[in-house]
């Protein structure tokens, strides 16, 4: 499978370096090797949810409790958790770290994935929720530190979007 | 049994634990019967308030976590149990007050009315410990020993679909907020 090792390390330490210590994930392709990662981690606590939204849940308990969490799910699966974004995480100003594998965008050769590629940055623009994407290897650890700190800072939700070029070689 | 007196009775068991309830009848009658900074009442994302029990009762293994929800909500988020059932904190104790409606919108009446068994999906989810009470007294002692077990329970508690003639708080959510999470910063250290 050629989803990046090699990416998904430099993501997985970075998330280590923000001192993240609850990941909430569903299963998707590209994320593969962070879930794998996560679960042998015996600092990590992973959360293997039924749906996306479960997760917002999980990382507002973990915040008000002080401790740092990050949620790795498809773009679909943030599609499927907007309604809890909305009514808990904006609501109560709950910062999420959100690392969203874009999928259906440049280069998806799946077509059930495109429709979800085309609406992904214009929902999360609706919700005025700062996007990040990562494409470089070189910016993994600033640019999740820097989206972690805003997300505290403000008390608001953050969006990474891991894109095609940084997880999946051709 | 009315909600109201199951949870007067639970009253004493909830006051200085970590308690997370779900939104409208459950909120105002808990508020009513006196708040507390460990308190906090999720006033929208219907669903999630055991999902939010659960993040908690994760990040302090050493509290006790206590989610109040109802048959609306769970219904909303069927997987939350499978998903408890799946990492079984000993410290997550969720109480599901079943009045077979959704009350604080209309009354209009939930799957379990028509059969759906919440106790039943909770077992078949794999949630180690799942009792049912229906009296203000067995819910007290149902609660009683569930704690005492360190072991992830569910408990359905059928009530009335009787609420409270306002669900007035004067909380503002943002006030309820910070108070809780300042609350958890406290026991965590």
Not at chain 1, 7 to 31: G, N, Q
Not at chain 1, 48 to 73: D, P, Q, T
Request: glycine letters at 6%; aromatic letters at 6%; hydrophobic letters at 45%.
């Amino acid at each position: 499978m050629p989803v990046s090792v090699h990416s998904s390390k430099l993501i997985y330490d970075a998330l280590k370096a923000c001192d993240v210590r609850i990941i909430s994930a569903l299963p998707e392709t590209w994320l593969v090797h962070l879930i794998r990662m996560a679960d042998e981690d015996p600092e990590m606590t992973l959360v293997r949810l039924a749906k996306e939204e479960e997760g917002v849940g999980i990382s507002a308990g973990a915040h008000l409790a002080g401790v740092n969490s990050a949620m790795l799910m498809q773009n679909h699966g943030f599609l499927a958790a907007i309604n809890p974004i909305v009514s808990l995480a904006l609501l109560y100003k709950i910062p999420l770290l959100m690392l969203i594998s874009y999928r259906g965008h440049m280069g998806e050769k799946d077509p059930w994935q495109t429709q979800g590629g085309l609406v992904t940055e214009p929902v999360l623009r609706a919700l005025n929720i700062p996007i990040w994407h990562l494409n470089n290897r070189s910016d993994i650890d600033r640019r999740l530190k820097d989206a972690q700190t805003l997300a505290h800072a403000s008390l608001h939700p953050v969006a990474v979007l891991l894109s095609r070029e940084l997880m999946w070689e051709d | 049994m009315l909600r109201a007196d199951a949870l007067q009775a639970i009253y004493p068991e909830l006051q200085d634990r970590i308690v997370v309830t779900i939104m409208g009848a459950v909120a105002a009658e808990l508020y009513m019967l006196g708040h507390r900074h460990n308190f906090f009442y999720l006033e929208h994302a219907m669903g999630l308030a055991s999902s939010m029990g659960l993040g908690i009762a994760l990040s302090l293994p050493e509290q006790k976590v206590i989610v109040l929800d109802g048959d609306g909500s769970l219904l909303m988020n069927l997987g939350t149990l499978s998903t408890m059932a799946r990492y079984k904190p000993g410290n997550l104790l969720h109480i599901v007050f079943d009045n077979e409606s959704l009350l604080s919108v209309g009354g209009f009446p939930t799957a379990t009315s028509t059969g759906a068994d919440l106790a039943g999906i909770a077992r078949a989810s794999g949630v180690p410990q799942v009792m049912e009470a229906n009296t203000p007294e067995s819910l007290k002692d149902a609660v009683t020993q569930a704690l005492a077990s360190n072991t992830l329970t569910t408990i359905v508690s059928k009530v009335e679909a009787i609420g409270p003639k306002s669900f007035h708080m004067d909380l503002p959510l943002l006030e309820n907020r910070f108070q809780f999470k300042r609350y958890l910063e406290k026991v965590r250290k």
